[in-house]
T-cell receptor, first 114, second 114 residues
Framework: ETGVTQTPRHLVMGMTNKKSLKCEQHLGHNAMYWYKQSAKKPLELMFVYSLEERVENNSVPSRFSPECPNSSHLFLHLHTLQPEDSALYLC?????????????FGNGTRLTVT | QQQVKQSPQSLIVQKGGISIINCAYENTAFDYFPWYQQFPGKGPALLIAIRPDVSEKKEGRFTISFNKSAKQFSLHIMDSQPGDSATYFCAASMLTGGGNKLTFGTGTQLKVEL
């Protein structure tokens, strides 16, 4: 049982839909992250939250909108996505935001945009 | 300058053999180098990490070798087992001032055959 739970595991959505990805961590960590994983590409950091405040936004298009209501929950709201947004979206958490705080990843949401 | 280049893209090793994955970086400010292991359907998990003040770090069958002058580091898996079949990602970050913003390599898909 992973300490970071992501739902749903799979999501298929049309380009005009609005959907949300959910992440919950049970590790008592203070930082949470969204990563995008595409085949044959490095993991791309999208957003970082530390103590519920957004501290990093890596020039992500506005069609991706994160929300962190508390230190245990993280959402990624999706609207008017493009087919190239199809990927595995990974949530992670860490005890702090120092580089030597290991990232604990969830198992991801496989998103397909049709 | 932020890239981490990883090779090979895929690797097939016989059971009991040595698996070697190489990474190279450009940014001399990087001073923390973790390796993550990802099994199919799972998120990545921290395997082992090294700081550049040492040239080698060993944990069980897994060893990181680090060459600061060449800006290269590698993962060696001794006595490779079928259970080691996974995708391995190298990464780099800065311990101070970098937050927890890891720069990942593109991954190496390892298959250990019987």
């Amino acid at each position: 049982e992973t300490g970071v739970t992501q739902t749903p595991r799979h999501l298929v959505m049309g380009m005009t839909n609005k959907k949300s990805l959910k992440c919950e961590q049970h590790l008592g960590h203070n930082a949470m992250y969204w990563y995008k994983q595409s085949a044959k590409k490095p993991l791309e950091l999208m957003f970082v939250y530390s103590l519920e405040e957004r501290v990093e936004n890596n020039s992500v298009p506005s069609r991706f909108s994160p929300e962190c209501p508390n230190s245990s929950h993280l959402f990624l709201h999706l609207h008017t996505l493009q087919p190239e947004d199809s990927a595995l979206y990974l949530c992670a958490s860490s005890r702090g935001t120092g580089a030597n705080s290991p990232l604990h990843f969830g198992n991801g949401t496989r998103l397909t945009v049709t | 300058q932020q890239q981490v280049k990883q090779s090979p893209q895929s690797l097939i090793v016989q059971k009991g053999g040595i698996s070697i994955i190489n990474c190279a970086y450009e940014n001399t400010a990087f001073d923390y180098f973790p390796w993550y292991q990802q099994f199919p359907g799972k998120g990545p998990a921290l395997l082992i990490a090294i700081r550049p003040d040492v040239s080698e770090k060993k944990e069980g069958r897994f060893t990181i070798s680090f060459n600061k002058s060449a800006k290269q580091f590698s993962l060696h898996i001794m006595d490779s087992q079928p259970g080691d079949s996974a995708t391995y990602f190298c990464a780099a970050s800065m311990l101070t001032g970098g937050g927890n913003k890891l720069t990942f390599g593109t991954g190496t898909q390892l298959k250990v055959e019987l």
